[in-house]
Structures are given as structure tokens and as C-alpha cells.
């Protein structure tokens, strides 16, 4: 395993060969996960309107958004 250095920035360079493993390309999101040995690297999924609406009002939130996303696809059946 290899060490790398925060720049003056606290920035670092994710390694070519990380950035393959997980698919990485330029404008990419990534997520930090906490884990019990410190943190995991991921590469970061698209956020449906649904998370975006939960991120903002909670579960109560998330809870409906989805119930409207039932309703609308029982209405396409």
C-alpha cells in the first residue's frame, strides 16, 4: 500500500489505477465513506430527484416523493 501527500491545498491525485478500478473519469463525483478502519473510496452515484428531496426534507419527505413515483407508474400500467 502507498502513502500519498495532501498538497498545500489538501488535495490529492486519486492513482491511475484506482481511477480504472473504479471506472473514474474527469468531473466524476466521489463519496468518503466512513468505515471502521478509516474511510472507503467510492465512486458516487447519480442522485435521483428522490434523494435530493430527502436531502432537504428527511425521510417524511423521501416517503412521499416515493409514493408518488408508485402512484405515477401504477398509472402508466
Same mark, same amino acid.
Given at each position: 500500500?502507498?502513502?500519498?501527500?495532501?498538497?498545500?491545498?489538501?488535495?490529492?491525485?486519486?492513482?491511475?489505477?484506482?481511477?480504472?478500478?473504479?471506472?473514474? &473519469?474527469?468531473?466524476?463525483?466521489?463519496?468518503? &465513506?466512513?468505515?471502521? &478502519?478509516?474511510?472507503?473510496?467510492?465512486?458516487?452515484?447519480?442522485?435521483?430527484?428522490?434523494?435530493?428531496?430527502?436531502?432537504?426534507?428527511?425521510?417524511?419527505?423521501?416517503?412521499?416523493? &416515493?409514493?408518488?413515483?408508485?402512484?405515477?407508474?401504477?398509472?402508466?400500467?
Amino acid at each position: 500500500m502507498r502513502e500519498y501527500k495532501l498538497s498545500s491545498k489538501s488535495q490529492i491525485v486519486v492513482p491511475a489505477s484506482v481511477r480504472k478500478d473504479l471506472g473514474l &473519469e474527469p468531473g466524476d463525483r466521489v463519496r468518503f &465513506e466512513p468505515h471502521p &478502519e478509516g474511510y472507503l473510496l467510492r465512486k458516487a452515484q447519480a442522485a435521483t430527484w428522490v434523494d435530493r428531496v430527502a436531502a432537504v426534507g428527511g425521510d417524511e419527505l423521501r416517503g412521499y416523493a &416515493e409514493q408518488l413515483l408508485r402512484e405515477r407508474d401504477e398509472g402508466r400500467r
